[in-house]
């Protein structure tokens, strides 16, 4: 499952990770967030020694939000090495987030 992380927690399990870290900015009375929210976790689940996943509710952390531009959510952004290196908008099935993301070849 998912770890919710805050801006204070942002620097440590993000930029940090020398893992790769699939960020998902979301929010409650968001409907799409709730429709991918289990789809990310398949994800992760699948490639539990590839990336880790994590949460950021942009109502709760709205300086997040606003440091990587989120505009719209779900926003799924892929970091490596502290950079954002891809990036998907809105819910999208299985196949097509891995591919926006960078996971598996187009």
Known sequence: MANAITTSEFDSEV????TPVIVD??????G???AVSPVLEQIADE???????VKVNIDEEPELAQRY???S????????GGE????AIG?????MLERSLGLVEA
């Open 15 to 18: 930029l940090q990770s020398e």
């Open 25 to 30: 900015f979301w929010a409650e009375w968001c």
């Open 32 to 34: 799409p967030c709730r």
């Open 47 to 53: 490639r539990a020694d590839e990336v880790r996943l």
């Open 69 to 71: 531009g989120i505009l």
């Open 73 to 80: 959510i779900p926003t799924i952004v892929l970091f490596k």
């Open 84 to 87: 954002p290196a891809a990036a």
């Open 91 to 95: 819910a999208q099935p299985k196949r």
